[in-house]
């Protein structure tokens, strides 16, 4: 299966779970896909969410980042930019851009088969409990569970 | 009589409020939003998200 072809059935499966604001889409000048959409959430805050598709999809494992708001302010008044690499809060490396990203899969995990429909509701989780987290100071991992090791 | 028909009753209103917190976390297709749902009645609650049920996801 050619990479166009899996994105096009990665397509399909998003809109037919309702995903349809995170459709993959062709960015030609750059010759990349990419994710880029917004995920209203149950507290009624709206965020952006994108995920450059890496040429070797789905082989590896897609990097989701906060695109808007940025920075992402938390508890206190503390940018969840700040942690960078946090276990407690399920981040990773922030981009070029100071963009937070959410860790969504355990890399030892990750295989071929997992869809984008998965991520994208790793992701819409991750902004439920970062809400969590703002009513309540706690850390995200105290409303999320950390994926186990293969 | 009326004692053991109140403990059966106070049991059962137990077990029911027991059952009423026990949620799992739905995407809504149609709200485009993830929701906490009753697994007994399915009537969306507030959001109550634990670590155990983190990844109790499915689709609605």
Redesign the interface.
Known sequence: MTLLERLNLENQILNRDGMSQFLVRYYQPGNFYYICGDYNSSGGRSYTIWCRIPDYYPTACPKVYVHKPNPLIGYGGVSINSYKVSHSMHTLENDSTGEVQICHWRQSRWDSSITLNKVMLKAMLWFEAFEQHLATGQPIDNFVSTMKEA | MDSQKEQIREAMQSIAARRQGHNK?V????K?????VSTTDYTTTG?N????E??M?Y?R
């Open positions: 976390l995407y809504d297709r149609t485009k939003t993830i929701v906490a959001l998200i634990s670590a155990e983190a990844d996801f689709l």
